[in-house]
């Protein structure tokens, strides 16, 4: 029977089956790394793929949901692959065939499942989730529960989704008159940006509800160099945790919005600050292919998008007030890495900020456990890779750790916090957005200094 894994795999067979089993992907592989065991490799993954597509293996078995679900996605096997095996679309083909109401699957996915299908598809629904998040967030009430330990009595995993929800908080260096005007200047900065935009601005669910002042701070950094920023209506989600769920139906959805509310007829520049919304973005040409209505637009949206690192990459960048005090390091988010291929333009935009003492980072091109839900959904298998990225990050000194993706901010500030680590994390347009305010770039009252 034709099933969605079947029919990517006969669409794209040169490509996709291209595996010639040499293994050279396998120390690139967190989870192998991890678990030493082949069928958590990449090359083990598409044995077990095979052997569903040839009716050698049930679907629906124990051991190809097992290897399948613990798969981080996280695409460190593609750079390394000789054949150019493209196995994120693989991974998301298998999932979709996973994607179900199985009543065998566990307590998380049936609530993840829910929430992706109920909460996330309704905009409205989730603009309020998302406050109610704040809410918890910003009274301080997540904090207090992590810090008090009550929850683990209950459940690790509950302990680190409210560490998680708290690391997502605004943490600055900056005085508090500093952080006052940061936040009245964002408004005039944005109105002005709005006024002459040569970038649309693609501000995400999690951006927007967790990190808006990321967006701001974005908006303010492009503006300075001389791209003005606007934020179109109507955008939604990009589809990220549900094509990597398998829900591959509710990221069309999601990719057809977005597409309408970008307007195709200015051509403008799509920014984002979120690797894993960059990545996804980008491929909405593949997950539209088979749409008469939409592929064709599809495509000519994914050439528009670009993270602002990108974005910044080709200009000279003015120069903020130096940090001397400054210690930090940059680990890289896979999906910026290896879906959008930004490796050195987030370091230059850290190297604008005079006399930042910039370490590296061992393992910066590992994932960090995050992968969307997969830190809830996986937890164990999460914590393994989250452990040996904090051992690296620890093994710098830095104060502070940048990265361009909320979901990798989050998971290493909680795992900093509750390892007992003393560590910012932001990203690193927080950091230059800082020093440019610092400097005297933006005019008082948050208008823009040419
Ligand atoms: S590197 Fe590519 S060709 Fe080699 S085993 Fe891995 S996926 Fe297959
Ligand atoms: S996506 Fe990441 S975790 Fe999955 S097989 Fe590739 S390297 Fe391993």
Redesign the pocket.
């Known amino acids: 029977m034709a099933t969605q894994l079947t029919t990517t795999l006969a669409a794209e067979e040169q490509k996709l089956l291209?595996?010639?089993?040499?293994?050279?992907?396998?120390e690139a592989c967190p989870t192998y790394v991890l678990t030493g065991d082949e069928n958590d490799?990449?090359?083990g993954r598409?044995y077990l793929m095979r052997a569903v597509e040839e009716n050698k293996l049930p679907a629906d078995s124990a051991t190809f949901k097992l290897h399948i679900d613990r798969c981080l996605g996280c695409r460190a096997?593609e750079p390394?692959?000789?054949?150019?095996?493209q196995?994120g679309q693989l991974l998301e083909a298998s999932r979709a065939e996973l994607f179900g109401p199985d009543k065998q699957r566990g307590f998380t996915y049936r609530c993840l499942r829910l929430v992706l299908r109920r909460v996330w598809l309704h905009p409205a629904r989730l603009r309020f989730a998302f406050a109610v998040a704040r809410m918890f967030r910003d009274s301080g009430i997540a904090r207090l529960l992590v810090r008090s330990k009550i929850p683990r009595l209950f459940s690790r995993r509950f302990e680190f989704a409210l560490a998680l929800l708290d690391s997502s908080s605004p943490v600055s260096f900056a005085s508090d008159s500093d952080a006052d005007s940061s936040k009245s200047g964002a408004t005039e900065a944005e109105a002005n940006a709005q006024s002459q935009a040569s970038t649309m601005l693609f501000a995400g669910c999690v951006g927007e509800g967790l990190f808006s002042r990321v967006n701001k701070a974005t908006a303010r950094v492009l503006n300075v160099n001389g791209f003005g920023t606007s934020v179109p209506k109507g955008q939604v989600c990009c589809g990220a945790l549900h094509a990597h769920a398998g829900d591959l139906d509710g990221a069309r959805m999601l990719a057809r919005c977005n597409i309408e509310a970008f307007d195709d007829s200015v051509n403008l520049p799509i920014i984002t600050n979120a690797g894993g919304c960059g990545a996804m973005l980008a491929t909405y040409g593949h997950l539209l292919s088979e749409d008469p209505l939409f592929a064709e637009r599809a495509r000519k949206f994914c050439s528009r998008v670009r993270d602002v690192s990108q974005q910044l990459e080709g200009v000279k960048l003015k120069e903020g007030s130096d940090r001397q005090s400054d210690t930090a390091t940059y680990d890289a988010s896979c999906h910026l890495l290896y879906g959008q291929h930004a490796s050195e333009a987030p370091l230059k935009l850290l190297r604008a900020i005079p006399e930042l003492r910039l370490i590296p980072l061992e393992g910066a091109e590992r994932c960090c456990g995050a992968a969307g839900v997969y830190n809830l959904l996986e937890p164990h298998m999460s914590q393994g890779v989250l452990k040996e990225k904090l051992t690296h990050v620890r093994e710098t000194g830095a104060a502070i750790l940048t990265t361009g993706n909320p979901g990798c901010q989050m998971q290493i500030g909680a795992g900093a916090k509750l390892a007992g680590m003393t560590l910012r994390v932001c990203h690193p347009v927080e950091l230059l957005d800082e020093s440019y305010r610092r400097a005297g770039l933006y005019q008082e009252g948050g208008g823009v200094d040419h």
């Open positions: 291209a595996c010639v089993h040499c293994g050279l992907c396998l490799s990449p090359r598409i096997c390394v692959c000789p054949a150019g095996v196995y």
